[in-house]
């Protein structure tokens, strides 16, 4: 049998729990996050002639977007760090030789839902239900994006010139299927098809407008912080330069949705935005709803209308219990899948009900991502890359998909909003990626193997590890 001398296994997973407070509150949908975990994983790898190398993935435990609940929220971060730490153990010990493309899928398919399953039979504190399958792939997903970069730095070869032969071993019919109403064939087709081939240097990046962001003096009640960042909308848009605005929305009170997307959309308007994107976080039942709203705001005010580029996600998570038929929207304003969009099957069910486009996100694995964009890209869906709020390293990983995925309009990047601070030793080395400028963010500090972290360069002190697990 052909052995690939490119081929990598993971021997080693060491685990950290960086917990972050948000200098604002974040409200999206029926919760508000004042703080968060980050989890940053140092995966080794060993290639077949025994060399080794180490990467580094990060991503925020965002329990309020990953797990919605009437648990607490205690409960439910403890239980997902029990199966982070369950995973540092499973993917050290996973012996799988490949790419981290094939890895990936590997582990996903194989081990990812048994150890959901494990962990949430096992909890003390058991919360509402079992721990869900975004979940899951949120906490394997720094795994995944370190399994990335060791691969990188091994071969000292950036991620994203590998997504080709000859590191892969298998071409993407092996992963995906096309839908049954299309010609699409994936036979001998590689990723790196439906991938950018030029990285550019900067991307428009997109602000959020959360749900209980001050907008106008009046909505100040004092105990926001003065702390020298910007805590009104105009004064974000006019120190940063912003055209792109995201806004939260509740999905269960129509008028409070439309009197905030009017009254952001005025504000937009004021100081020269050019876009909006209107989120209502998976809790809208009714394709009415939406649209109601939206064909209000057209009769109304036009212009803000036009100004609307997508509507993201306003339908629950789970499409196969709750398969809406969507194409009542999309006949208004582009619709893109976010959480719905696990892996590519998802993607292909959204389709099949009118979904047109796919938001993706690193933190739901790279691996997931890359299969679910050259599926939607092949069957002509649009993209978008959105955020997780992410700080410190896990920008750096969602900043570069954004640059590869050919999005509509750039990335979603808000960490800077929400704690700043956190990712001041990143900041030093890569400024561009953590301040927005002109509406911007720039990519040209990323270079190098791996993700081009420079982690050497980043001044980090890490607590010690909460578990280090080997082969």
Known sequence: MFKNIYDVRP?????????IQTRMPLKFGPETLTEVTCVRVRLTVEDRAGRRAVGWGETPLSVQWVWPSS???AARLVALQDLTCALASAWASFDYWGHPLEIGHAFTQARLDTLRAEVSSSLDCQPTGPIPHLAALVCSSAFDLALYDAYGQLHQKPVYDTFQL??????????????????????????????????????????????????????LTGAEPDDGYPVLLADWIQRDGLTCLKVKLTGIDAAWDYHRLVRVGDIAVKHGCLWLSA???????????????????????????????YVEQPFP????KHPIDVRSVVARKPLFMDESAHDWRMVNLG????????????CKTLTGAILSLCWARAHGMTMMVQDLTNPMLAQIPHVLLAAYAG???????????????????????HPGLYQRR??????????GPGFGYKIEQIQRSLPEPALVATA
């Not at 998570?317 to 196969?320: A, G, H, M, P, S």
């Not at 960490?415 to 030093?428: R, V």
């Open 317 to 320: 998570y789970e499409l196969i």
């Open 438 to 447: 002109q509406g911007r963010i720039n990519l040209t500090t990323l270079n």
């Open 166 to 219: 000859p590191y892969l071993n298998r071409s993407l019919e092996t992963f995906l299927e096309p839908a049954a109403d299309s010609s699409v064939n994936f036979q001998g087709r590689m990723p790196a098809e439906f991938l950018t081939q030029t990285r550019p240097d900067s991307l428009v990046a997109w602000h959020l407008v959360g749900g209980k962001d001050p907008l106008e003096p009046a909505d």
């Open 407 to 429: 999005t509509i309009m750039g990335v979603e990047t808000n960490s800077m909003q929400f704690y700043p601070e956190a990712s001041l030793p990143e900041t030093a080395v």
């Open 351 to 362: 389709r099949s009900l009118g979904w047109s486009g796919v938001a993706l996100k690193t």
């Open 71 to 73: 648990a607490s929220y």
């Open 279 to 309: 989120d209502f976080n998976c809790t809208v039942l009714d394709p009415s709803y939406v649209n109601e709203i939206l064909d209000r705001l057209l009769i109304e005010h036009p212009r803000l209308y036009g100004m609307i580029l």
């Open 11 to 19: 021997v080693e997973a060491a685990l950290y729990f960086l917990p």
